[in-house]
């Protein structure tokens, strides 16, 4: 316990926290007056446009939530009094907030309901003489009387204002959208909704189409690309950027006063801030972890419109922000104020009362007015034009003359032309058919089709494609030939950042575009005439060369001068067109779904389904997720059909050749794209993608249905079919690799009643049933031979209503999932029979009945929170829980089992290089968080030692509720080291003149740890740990070891140890390979004993704290701090027990394991500086510099040392995109040796 009561260590920690202290202090620039950036001033007036020229105007107030209290009712009336003046050309809109402290009460709470309503009316009575139109929108606040308070809120409003559409969005959804105007949409979302704990709301999303957090994403994304041609207003009260409290700018009134009681806390105050700062502790603060996902996920989004304005409340200050293309107004003053900051060069900010408007002109251009009060009397403290409209010059000439055709390719030949050294690792694709010259048709925009017209840019992933119209309003789409790289990497891998810039003329763009060259880029023109010999809807795409022209308006930038597939878009616009069937309806995939769950009389022709899933396999295109999908609708009797439209063969006939590149398709995200071959090498991951639809739609088809379908194809798809098809593709390509394609073809389509028999297997596997949101009744039967009879009912007032039957093989069928979804369903097991199906029965929504009676390998789940009839045999497990995830039906759920490995590297003096392998096997069933067990197995052999080491981790999430089940294990050989000095603060090395073999230890090792630990939603674990230790130590004759008395002989026997741990751990940063801002904190403690001498066991405590936080605004400058102690409560440890420092996590200027002793105590420090960008390389990099300090000592019994160790060092380090850092540095000691550490992150 020397520790704690070394003088040193105490002043070391009290300069420490004053030195953080001060930092903090420095950035307390946030007040309540004015500030204004330094591009603009407080009387800056840019947009002076007459009145005449506005088309709408958009009054904004938000958190007036306290509207009972005189200071509130004064800034309201000031925007009452405008609102009066105002015309019907406007909007206003409550921000959120708008019942403080907790929302709506219930009816049984009249006291705080009526003061609620009262709070509510005063801002409602806003709206009296006001001639335009009021939304209000819901905050953090409105969501503490739960969703029933919401939804009482809600009725309030619209009933007070007699407008439906007044409180948005509706149904407890997320996200909706209203028309403001012919130009100008606004898009209101919910985003409390995000950030709460869907647990502890058992209904949420029960009226709602959007399910998961992904789907908002996915809404949002569709509605900004709907709207790409109008200005956008998104109101959503939280804000993706802020300079106020919940953005961590905090006043030096807040230093002192950082909690509601103004109980005055100097120094201390400063550190809650910087606790609240760094580790997003609140979940209303940007830097939560949960806020954090939502802010990157929405700004990603936005990051490439121009045309978007966000409007938010939250913070009780008006606040203009401007950064990374993204415009914020927050407009949270309605009631409360706050201070805040201006930190950018345009921005703004006010920490008192006001409110905010945004003009809309019919210019397209948009400017924001923040007004607050001086002398009771309303003053105008800012305006700023914050969108101007772009000046539109897309003329292409006057020239309409272009030539009947043109000769041009895809790609230039540079950019097919690659080593034989390439190809030969990746492969040569179609690469040559992308340079190659083809003469295709031009055309002009106002002839072809009869005359188009462009609508709006595709919102693709891949593809640069263009909606257009015809006269009669069918529309179509252009298409470019060349596709994006930078819009595939965008979409798929970086979510949560803007990386199209970053990726241009990178290698990785480079790559990207060449690995398109391994689809055909003409395969798509073969396709229609096969599908059209099977019945198979298709569309009927046509190449033409699209010059510039007049005809693409205010496309002409991004389209035009290349080759373009133009095909009609399946929509209902195209209902008469024969190619697509002539449905009397084409739909999405989700639109689909919610009317399957919506009733019983949609259902999905499944036949056609088949036939259309097994043309996939036969021309091997692996890429059929649901978007590649529309659905034509027919009326069959009381029935209403769907069948497939499939659309974008891309990835038809593709080919993955050469040597690196066909070992990387093998990884487990690259499985499914498989290779075109003569015969399909695996059916299941060829499948893949649409296999949760395959699930979802296939509810009665059997085998026979598959083999059905086969043979058909098989009959009507001739050879002389498949040659006739290819004939479609340009002239210049078809040659010997298309005469390769058709044979395959003809291959493929030999075998595929063996492909139908071998995926049906695939499918019996798990089976995946869903009722609809009417009363449903399932009945299971076991009395039937090899397996179960399921048996689906309508429940209706004049009887039971059979709707299908289902007969399930337990020699092919392992589980079965069944979902009542909404209203009050019944389930019913009957019958004796053995079965060794696994069934799964949940019920969703509302009261459901559940009758078992051999509930032998029967579960249940339900909501733990609701009433429901339970009718169960002794044999029945039920799971009653409100986690949404158990009880969600998410059709995207079923997912393969994955067997994947990777090799490791790694370096540092002590160890050597090691090179090693980890092995993962991924078990996905029904429990997923994010799936249901991982086994990890990795190798690793150390180069300067001989050593190996074997390590298996499981981990088992879910099988405890949200506790997971850890099973740690190691083993190494004698040869595997650890460094041992000798014990003491201020013990030799003598490497030098010994050799860093001296010092190594060998030890074989033997370690079994299960674990149950806890995953917080913010960062936060806990974990409960028990272990068994065997060691055992070689006595090296010639090494430090092997020196009499400098250790217990016991340990050469061999030791076996067992004990218990507890630890609770917290980490949250921005990055997390690249932290700007950042918390870390650890705590354990832990009880050891050996086995075989129970009296020698010794406890253990220990703890870290780190943080890491910008010095600039820009996050250029980074500081970067760590301290860690650990105490050892008696002696009777062992030396490889021992408290250690030295290495790459405490002293780096050390060896590992360096000094050892009873208790230890360790400060580091770094200053990272990014210097610049690397751009046109494999990826895009950003590099700098570090700087690094550390000190620390190690305490002993008996041994009187005051010294403490110290070194400092610097290094390089580089960071791709934010994913991954790589560092090399040196760092020296006054008085050893210096090393040089690589590592692939930080030290800390």
């Not at 020699?811 to 079965?835: A, H, M, R």
């Amino acid at each position: 316990m020397k520790l704690f009561l070394d003088n040193h260590f105490i002043t070391k920690i009290k300069n420490y926290s004053l030195a953080i202290t001060s930092l903090f202090i420095l950035y307390s620039c946030a007040t309540h007056k004015a500030q204004y950036g330094k591009s603009v001033s407080a009387n800056e007036n840019e947009n002076a446009t007459d009145t005449i020229k506005i088309a709408h105007t958009i009054f904004l107030v938000g958190d007036a939530g306290n509207a009972d209290e005189e200071q509130a009712q004064q800034t309201l009336e000031l925007l009452h009094k405008k609102l009066k003046k105002a015309n019907k050309k406007s909007t206003l809109v409550f921000l959120g907030d708008n019942i403080y402290p907790k929302g709506f009460p219930a009816d049984n709470n009249a006291a705080e309901k009526a003061i609620a309503e009262t709070k509510l009316k005063n801002q409602l009575k806003l709206t009296e003489g006001f001639k335009g139109k009021t939304i209000v929108i819901p905050g953090n606040h409105d969501w503490y009387s739960g969703i029933g308070g919401l939804e009482r809120q809600a009725e309030f409003v619209t009933k007070f204002l007699n407008d439906k559409k007044a409180f948005l969005p509706r149904k407890g959804c997320p996200i909706e959208d209203v028309k403001i105007d012919s130009t100008s949409t606004l898009i209101t979302v919910d985003s409390e909704w995000y950030l709460e704990n869907w647990d502890h709301h058992p209904t949420v999303n029960d009226n709602c189409d959007i399910k998961t957090r992904e789907d908002f994403f996915d809404e949002l994304e569709n509605l900004l690309n709907k709207n790409q041609e109008k200005t956008v207003v998104l109101a959503i009260h939280h804000p993706l950027m802020s300079n106020g409290t919940h953005g961590g700018q905090f006043s030096l009134e807040k230093q002192l006063f950082p909690l509601e009681n103004k109980i005055p806390l100097p120094i201390i105050g400063s550190f809650i801030n910087l606790l609240r700062k760094t580790s997003g502790i609140s979940p209303q603060d940007l830097q939560n972890k949960q806020y954090t996902i939502y802010a990157k996920r929405i700004k990603t989004l936005l990051r490439g419109q121009k045309n978007v304005i966000v409007v938010s409340g939250h913070d009780h200050n008006l606040q203009y922000v401007s950064r990374e293309n993204i415009k914020q107004i927050i407009s949270g003053a309605g009631s409360k104020s706050e201070a805040a900051r201006a930190i950018g060069d345009n921005d703004f900010s006010y920490g008192g009362n006001g409110y905010a408007t945004l003009t809309l002109f019919k210019s397209g251009d948009a400017k924001v007015n923040f007004f607050g009060k001086e002398n009771q009397k309303e003053k105008m403290l800012f305006e700023r034009e914050i969108i101007k409209a772009k000046e539109i010059n897309w003329a292409a000439g006057s020239s309409t003359n272009f030539p009947k055709t043109v000769t041009a390719s895809i790609y230039d030949k540079e950019m097919t032309k690659k080593s034989l050294f390439h190809r030969f690792l990746f492969g040569n694709h179609y690469r040559s058919y992308y340079s190659l010259p083809i003469e295709a048709k031009t055309a002009t925009l106002d002839t072809l089709m009869g005359g188009l017209k462009p609508i709006r840019e595709g919102g693709g992933h891949q593809s640069k494609s263009l909606r257009m119209s015809d006269s009669k309003g069918r529309e179509y789409v252009m298409r470019a030939m060349k596709k994006s790289a930078t819009q595939f990497l965008q979409s798929v891998a970086f979510k949560d950042q803007y990386i199209v810039n970053d990726f241009e003329d990178t290698y990785a763009e480079g790559f990207l575009l060449d690995f398109y060259t391994t689809s055909h880029p003409y395969a798509p023109f073969a396709v229609g005439n096969m599908a059209d010999k099977l019945g198979l809807a298709h569309t009927n795409p046509v190449l033409y060369y699209i010059p510039k022209q007049n005809g693409l308006k205010e496309f002409n930038s991004n389209f035009g001068d290349e080759l373009y597939m133009v095909e009609e878009r399946p929509a209902d616009n195209h209902l008469d067109a024969k190619n697509f069937g002539n449905p009397r309806n084409i739909i999405s995939t989700d639109d689909m779904m919610k009317n399957l769950h919506k009733d019983e009389k949609y259902a999905v022709d499944e036949k056609e389904y088949i036939k259309a899933r097994l043309f996939d396999m036969l021309i091997g295109d692996w890429d059929r997720h649901s978007d590649q999908w529309r659905w034509g609708e027919y009326k069959v009797g009381d029935k209403i059909l769907y069948r497939p439209i499939p659309r974008d063969r891309d990835q038809a006939f593709v080919k993955y050749d050469g040597t690196l590149l066909s070992l990387l398709m093998n990884i487990p995200a690259l499985r499914h794209m498989r290779t075109f071959k003569n015969k399909i090498d695996n059916v299941k991951w060829l499948n893949r993608e649409p296999y949760p639809l395959d699930l979802a739609f296939l509810k009665t088809a059997d085998e026979k249905d598959w083999m059905e379908q086969a043979k058909f194809i098989q009959q009507n798809l001739s050879d002389e079919d498949i040659n006739n098809a290819f004939k479609n593709l340009p002239k210049e390509v078809q040659d010997g690799t298309i005469k390769e394609i058709e044979q395959k073809l003809k291959n493929r389509k030999k075998e595929l009643q063996k492909y139908a028999s071998q995926y049906f297997d695939v499918l019996s596997h798990t089976i995946m049933i869903a009722g609809t949101d009417k009363k449903d009744k399932f009945l299971i039967n076991h009395n039937v031979k090899n397996g179960l009879e399921l048996k689906v009912y309508r429940i209706k007032k004049e009887g039971d209503e059979l709707i299908y039957t289902k007969n399930i093989n337990d020699s092919k069928t392992c589980n079965l999932w069944i979902y009542g979804l909404d209203d009050n369903d019944t389930f019913e097991v009957t019958g004796n029979q053995k079965s060794k199906i696994k069934i799964r029965l949940i019920g969703g929504q509302n009261n459901d009945i559940y009758n078992i009676e051999n509930g032998k390998r029967v579960i249940v789940y339900d909501f733990k929170s609701k009433e429901n009839t339970y009718n169960l045999d002794s044999k029945t497990q039920t799971q009653l829980t409100d986690d949404y995830d158990v009880n969600l039906y998410n059709y995207e759920k079923p997912k393969y089992n994955v067997v994947s490995g990777l090799p490791n590297i790694g370096f540092n003096p002590d160890d050597g290089v090691k090179v090693g392998i980890n092995l993962n096997y991924t078990v996905n069933n029904f429990k997923q968080n994010p799936y249901t067990q991982r086994h990890v197995v990795n190798a690793f052999y150390y180069f300067a030692t001989g050593g190996l080491e074997f390590n298996y981790v499981a981990h088992f999430p879910g099988l405890l509720g949200k506790w997971v089940i850890d099973v740690e294990s190691q083993y190494t050989t004698p040869n595997f080291a650890k460094n041992y000095f000798g014990y003491g603060n201020e013990t030799p090395n003598n490497d030098q003149d010994a050799g860093m073999d001296y010092n190594r230890v060998r030890i074989q090792q033997i370690k079994v740890a299960p674990a149950l630990r806890h995953v917080g939603r913010y960062g936060s674990e806990l974990t409960f740990q028990t272990f068994f230790q065997r060691m055992k130590v070689e006595d090296t004759e010639g090494r430090f070891i092997n020196t009499p008395g400098i250790v217990n002989p016991d340990i050469f026997e061999g030791q076996s140890f067992g004990g218990a741990k507890i630890k609770y751990t917290f980490k949250n940063s921005d990055f997390k390979a690249k932290p700007t801002l950042g918390m870390s904190f650890m705590v354990a403690a832990t009880w050891t004993t050996n086995l075989e001498d129970t009296k020698q066991n010794f406890p253990a405590i220990e703890s870290a704290l780190g943080f890491t936080h910008r010095i600039d605004h820009n996050g250029k400058l980074i500081l970067a701090t760590y301290v860690k102690g650990k105490a050892i409560l008696n002696n009777n440890y062992e030396f490889y027990q021992g408290a250690t420092l030295g290495g790459d996590n405490d002293l780096r200027g050390y060896r590992n394991e360096r000094f050892l002793g009873s208790s230890y105590f360790s400060h580091s420090s770094d200053l990272r500086l990014s210097i610049g960008k690397i751009n046109r390389t494999i990826v895009p990099f950003t590099y700098g510099i570090l700087g690094g300090f550390d000190y620390g000592r190690i305490w002993l019994d008996g041994e009187n040392s005051r010294k403490w160790h110290q070194d400092y060092g610097g290094g390089l380090w580089l960071n791709a995109v934010n994913v991954i850092t790589a560092r090399i540095s040196y760092f020296k000691s006054p008085d050893e040796v210096g090393r040089v550490i690589f590592g692939a992150a930080y030290s800390f």
